[in-house]
């Protein structure tokens, strides 16, 4: 098996203003030297002084979304290289709320990853089923499908992080079972080495949604899961601190 290290992502999503930095201060302070890898996806306003915030500590910054064009007339929108020139090692891609409230499509997020990966970025790659697909039996259909569509075909270990997010999941308190964790991260796991072989095995997957430090040791404890892309749970250093200490447990 790879040697995969385990990395905690924390997606602060449209939360955070200068204030809320003094959150970063408290994590680099709870967890001065973590035993596995801890990046913070904060909006895009907030990267570059975040970046500046965590200079010589063991904390990362990354985007939470990236324009497949180097730059060019698309108002609003931020490009890979921009990311990393701000400071990001990373950025996230594809995220369900993303894919519901700019219909971002498979393909879509696919020439994104391409584009960061040009860049230098991580593209952490998020999928999952709705309940309905979930409860209509179509789960491993749906991520599979996600996983091909999404990933580009020149992906590696380094490159590529996968974020496995049960839509009904994110932000609502419900987990699934460790079972239909573990089924899921497997499969993904298979498809992955499937496709690229060893830089399969070494690719990273979390898991995403709903992750607390009440449920984070067995979550962590689940085969295939590399660690986790928290939400809600990332925006206070008490609890990102708690998942993080949990993750290096488990490493
Ligand atoms: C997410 O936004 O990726 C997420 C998993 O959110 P939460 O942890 O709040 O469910």
């Not at 200068?18 to 990267?47: K, R, Y």
């Not at 309905?132 to 590696?156: H, K, N």
Request: aromatic share 4%; with cysteine; charged share 20%.
């Amino acid at each position: 098996m790879a040697d995969r290290r385990k990395l905690a992502a924390g997606n602060w999503k449209m939360h955070g203003v200068g204030a809320d930095l003094a959150e970063v201060d408290a994590l680099a302070a709870a967890v001065p030297e973590p035993g596995c890898e801890v990046l913070l996806c904060p909006p895009a306003t907030l990267i570059a002084r975040m970046a500046a915030r965590v200079a010589g500590t063991a904390i990362e910054v990354g985007g939470q979304d990236c324009h497949p064009a180097t730059a060019g007339a698309h108002t609003g929108d931020v490009s890979a290289p921009m990311l990393a020139e701000a400071g990001a090692s990373h950025v996230i891609l594809g995220h369900s709320e993303r894919r519901t409230d700019h219909a971002e499509t498979d393909a879509g997020v696919r020439v994104k990853a391409e584009a960061a990966m040009a860049a230098g970025l991580r593209a952490i790659v998020c999928l999952g089923e709705t309940l309905g697909e979930r409860e209509a039996g179509e789960t491993l259909s749906v991520v599979g499908r996600q996983l091909a569509g999404s990933v580009p075909s020149g992906a590696t270990a380094a490159a590529l992080v996968v974020a496995y997010e049960p839509v009904w999941a994110i932000g609502t308190g419900k987990v699934p079972t460790m079972d239909q964790i573990a089924e899921v991260h497997d499969f993904l796991r298979a498809e992955l080495i499937a496709r690229f072989g060893a830089e399969g095995d070494g690719v990273r997957l979390l898991y995403g949604g709903s992750v607390k430090p009440s449920n984070a040791d067995e979550i962590f404890a689940v085969s295939n899961v590399d660690g986790a892309l928290v939400g809600g749970a990332s925006l206070k250093a008490a609890d990102f601190g708690a998942i993080v200490t949990a993750l290096e447990r488990a490493a």
